[in-house]
C-alpha cells in the first residue's frame, strides 16, 4: 500500500499527474492498477491531498511513461542539479542497455558524453 502523509504543497503536482493520466487516456482505474495504488489514494493525490512516496511517484512515472526524475522535481524532492544528474545517469544507462552496440562502442559513446556535458 502507499505511503500515507498529508502534502502541503501537493496541488501542482497532482493537477501535473492528472493532465498526464488524461493524455495518456487512462482512467484512475486503470493508473492505478498500473502504479500498484488505489484509485482513491491516486484521486486524493491528484487532488493535491496527499503527497505520495517516493516509490508511488516512480510507479506512477512508470506508469506514465515518465521518468521518475520529472515527478521528484515536481514534487520538490529535487533540486535542478540533482535533476541534471539524473539525466545524466538516464543518457548513460540507455548507451549500456542498447544492444545493437558493442561494449567498445558504448564505453566510447560515455566517455564521449561526459565530455561534452562537462564542456
Known amino acids: 500500500m502507499a505511503s500515507v502523509s498529508k502534502a502541503t504543497t501537493g496541488g501542482p503536482l497532482g493537477e501535473f499527474i492528472r493532465m498526464q493520466r488524461k493524455l495518456s487516456d487512462l482512467s484512475l482505474r486503470r493508473l492505478g492498477e498500473l502504479a500498484n495504488v488505489s484509485n482513491a489514494y491516486l484521486s486524493q493525490v491528484e487532488r493535491g491531498l496527499y503527497m505520495p ?12 511513461d515518465l521518468s521518475a526524475e520529472t515527478l521528484y522535481e515536481r514534487a520538490g524532492l529535487l533540486d535542478e542539479e540533482d535533476e541534471r544528474a539524473g539525466r545524466r545517469v538516464g543518457v548513460e544507462e540507455a548507451i549500456r542497455l542498447d544492444e545493437d552496440l558493442t561494449d567498445e562502442q558504448k564505453e566510447s559513446l560515455v566517455r564521449l558524453y561526459r565530455v561534452l556535458v562537462n564542456a
Not at 516509490?55 to 506514465?64: C, G
Open 53 to 64: 512516496s517516493a516509490q508511488v511517484l516512480r510507479n506512477i512515472a512508470d506508469a506514465l
